[in-house]
């Protein structure tokens, strides 16, 4: 009786904790894809460049792109491959193909937009340390793969 109360407390606790990512996850519609985000919202943008990676007729991973030309930046909105097909070079593909068309698109760097769809934290702190790391190698992955292109191109 004893376990089977505590796990349903737990349970209870897990649900209230993670209550606020419903919200967020209903604010990831076309609507989102076509106007950039109100709070740090950008200049005149072209429509959303979605990239989608397909393994058959199933998408295992999608990236979605803004270029703002007026600022010369492009603006990764948001950037996911399914779990069972991570670490397979797919996500760092979609990464690199979303950096060509900014650069082609003539933007002068490539960043995470600020609150893209995998910014958002709900959960207490002690527990988004996993997730701050995975961003924090995303940013460094962007950075070196634009970095890469831009060589590549001054050696043509």
């Known amino acids: 009786m ?3 109360t505590l796990t349903l407390l737990g349970l209870a606790t897990l649900y209230y904790i993670t209550l606020p990512y419903g919200p ?4 990831i519609d076309t609507d989102w894809l076509e106007t950039p985000r ?3 919202g950008h200049g005149k943008c ?3 460049i979605v990239l989608v990676s397909r393994r058959g007729e199933k998408i295992i991973g999608a990236l979605v792109l803004r270029v703002v ?4 930046k492009g603006y990764v909105r948001a950037w996911t491959v399914e779990s069972s097909h991570r670490r397979k070079g797919i996500g760092s593909g979609l990464l690199e193909e979303a950096v060509r068309i900014a650069l082609g698109k003539g933007a002068r760097c490539v960043i995470f937009e600020e609150g893209h769809a995998n910014s958002h ?8 340390g996993s997730f ?4 924090a190698k995303a940013r460094m992955l962007l950075a070196s793969t634009v970095a890469e292109i831009r060589r590549e191109k001054s050696s043509r």
């Open 121 to 128: 934290r709900v959960l207490p702190e002690s527990f988004s």
């Open 132 to 135: 701050d790391d995975q961003e």
């Open 46 to 48: 072209e429509d959303p």
């Open 38 to 40: 109100k709070n740090g």
């Open 69 to 72: 030309k007026r600022e010369r």
């Open 24 to 27: 967020l996850a209903l604010d």
């Open 2 to 4: 004893t376990t089977t």
